[in-house]
């Protein structure tokens, strides 16, 4: 009998642990509507936008949200059918280049002066990294008419060369994220490379770097991710008339003129669609090495 009301009694417990506040579960239930609501009302535009890319009509249409007839020529006519508005091949191609080369420099900058900041000690250091926090904290575009013209009497307006110095120059004020994941590698492991002999230089790509792969993963998209996205430098440095010249968000923008709204609107959509897919493949392949970088940088600042 002891034995049975102790089976009971266990199994009324469990069920008190199992019994939910309705008040709890009532308010659960509201954040998650709220959420929903939110994340629909996110990604309607976007889903309008894929619909629209797909639609036989090649002007706008707010009547109506899917289209009456579906095709792809306008993926097709984005690539095939050049001319001195639409020139997409043109501008992949452009901003392609411009991405990997700014990748490549700002990757190294940030990855150094992070680098510099968490494992080095030299007089102005905490100066150096205040500095550094207080100039993030100014849009870069407050900048751009002095930028314009630094590269005008440099000759580097209307290139492409401009365009990686301009997103390249003060890449390494983001230093931070990458400064916090270095500061989580054990000093141990570079004081004994430097008793070996090792410079800072070996230290830096022989040790360091190794134990970094998710901080250097992040680095490399967000560089990345930068001159893809970028619009407002684009289209002051870049004044060409040559639709060659461009790059992909300045092409797009050109495309919504009132002169050619009408016949080039569903090819906007499309081209938008075609920009977006390799970045969201790149993150949804990367996302772990994200979310590693991320809170392995918060640990320590």
Request: aromatic share 14%; proline share 3%; with cysteine.
């Amino acid at each position: 009998m002891n034995e049975i009301s102790r089976t009971n009694s266990a199994a009324i417990r469990v069920k008190k642990r199992r019994h939910v506040n309705p008040r709890l579960l009532t308010g659960d239930i509201v954040r998650h509507l709220v959420l929903a609501l939110l994340a629909a009302i996110w990604l309607v535009p976007i889903l309008w936008l894929v619909c629209t890319s797909f639609s036989a009509f090649e002007g706008r249409n707010i009547l109506r949200f899917f289209p009456e007839e579906w095709t792809f020529s306008n993926y097709i006519r984005l690539f095939s059918d050049t001319d001195s508005v639409s020139n997409f091949p043109a501008w992949f191609t452009n901003t392609f280049i411009v991405a990997c080369f700014t990748c490549v420099i700002s990757s190294m900058f940030v990855l150094m002066v992070a680098y510099a900041t968490s494992c080095m000690r030299f007089r102005g250091r905490r100066a150096l990294m205040n500095t550094g926090v207080l100039l993030g904290l100014f849009p870069g575009f407050l900048t751009m008419i002095c930028i314009y013209y630094i590269l005008k009497e440099l000759k580097l307006t209307d290139t492409h060369a401009g365009l990686i110095l301009v997103y390249s120059g003060s890449s390494g004020l983001g230093y931070l994220i990458a400064k916090g994941f270095f500061d989580t590698i054990s000093r141990s492991m570079i004081d004994a490379a430097k008793l070996d002999g090792a410079s800072e230089a070996e230290v830096f790509w022989k040790v360091i770097l190794p134990l970094s792969k998710p901080i250097i993963v992040y680095t490399v998209i967000s560089a990345f991710l930068m001159p893809w996205m970028d619009f407002i430098f684009s289209n002051i440095i870049i004044k060409s008339r040559l639709s060659g010249d461009w790059t992909v968000a300045v092409g797009l923008f050109n495309m919504l003129h009132k002169s050619s709204v009408n016949t080039y609107f569903s090819r906007f959509c499309a081209g938008g669609v075609l920009v977006s897919i390799p970045i969201s493949v790149l993150f949804v392949i990367m996302q772990k090495f994200y979310v590693e970088s991320v809170t392995g940088g918060s640990v320590k600042g």
